[in-house]
């Protein structure tokens, strides 16, 4: 198998995620660890895989639409106006997070797995470390090529590191996401809560949950919690807490620990999940946030929200 190594196609495929290659190019067999990011690239006819951890009609159902129906086939379209025959397999997976990274660093270490992948950004410091990606001035070009790449300009240079790690870029971020509280209207209607719901306190969000307890059948509180949830714990639930206590993670070049601010994050998931009205043990049996997002959407089409 041949792997393309010009930025400018690269730079097609990163449009829809945080996209990464792997670590070796050249053939599939090249065991030589030669990382020159030229070879190949005069191949006319290439094979690629992508891999993600999205599935049409399944788990991040729209990136993987998005990725076999446009952003494949218009790839293909632009080689094949250049003189390149490409063929491009998607590889798409449906696991919770902490599994999906499991089997994808477990095929990486065997010289196996997808040619680009979407990695979450917060792996991308671990993968490297291992060697399971390189830099990009690694499979690109030196780092006047990858620097001076236009399409830079249109990424934020916050959202540029989520997949560079250690000064040295890895992938091509395509976005990043907000923190949210979303609420059901129906059911806020039903519990006698105000339809323009938009809570000032940690207080406020307990009550408003506690209101909604009363309603039978109805999971009144979900915040990510657990072992079983990985990176969407600490990086969705408990850094936006802490955020909210007025802290950061890392302050003055230390990070916090046994700290007042930590102390009021770990006191609010007690009152959630500590007898309060979370669904008990939902994280310690292990449901993470695959098994959440599909017990919410059952709730949503029992309880549809009002335009």
């Known amino acids: 198998m041949r792997r393309i190594s010009r930025l400018s196609r690269l730079a097609v495929l990163g449009s829809a995620a945080t996209l990464l290659l792997t670590g070796c190019l050249g053939?599939?067999?090249d065991k030589s660890g030669d990382q020159d990011a030229n070879r190949n690239s005069d191949a006319k006819k290439v094979e690629l895989t992508i891999g993600a951890n999205s599935v049409k009609g399944g788990k991040s159902s729209a990136g993987a639409t998005f990725t076999e129906d446009v952003l494949i086939p218009k790839f293909v379209e632009a080689q094949k106006a250049k003189g390149v025959d490409v063929t491009v397999k998607f590889q798409g997976d449906g696991s919770d997070d902490e599994v999906y990274k499991q089997k994808l660093a477990l095929n990486l270490s065997n010289k196996a797995g997808p040619d680009l992948f979407n990695l979450d950004g917060i792996w991308v410091g671990e993968f490297a470390q291992a060697g399971y990606i390189k830099p990009l001035t690694d499979t690109v070009g030196d780092a006047a090529k990858v620097d001076d790449w236009d399409g830079w300009k249109q990424i934020p240079e916050s959202v540029q590191q989520l997949g560079s790690y250690d000064g040295k870029r890895y992938g091509l971020p395509g976005g990043t996401d907000g923190r949210?509280?979303?609420?059901?209207?129906?059911?806020?209607?039903q519990a006698g809560l105000p339809a323009d719901w938009q809570p000032k306190s940690w207080d406020e969000i307990i009550s408003a949950a506690q209101a909604l307890k009363k309603l039978p059948g109805v999971t009144p509180v979900q915040i990510n919690a657990g072992t079983a949830m990985g990176e969407a714990t600490a990086m969705q639930g408990v850094l936006p807490l802490l955020v909210?206590?007025?802290a950061t993670i890392n302050s003055d070049g230390k990070w916090l620990g046994n700290t007042t601010q930590v102390r009021q994050v770990l006191d609010f998931y007690k009152s959630i999940y500590g007898g309060g009205p979370g669904r008990p043990g939902a994280a310690a049996r292990g449901q993470g946030p695959g098994q959440v997002v599909r017990r919410v959407r059952r709730e949503q089409d029992r309880h549809p929200a009002r335009e």
Do not use: D, E
């Not at 949210?180 to 209607?189: G, P, R, S, T, Y």
């Open 180 to 189: 949210v509280l979303f609420f059901n209207k129906k059911l806020f209607h």
């Open 244 to 246: 909210g206590t007025g």
């Open 27 to 29: 053939s599939s067999g």
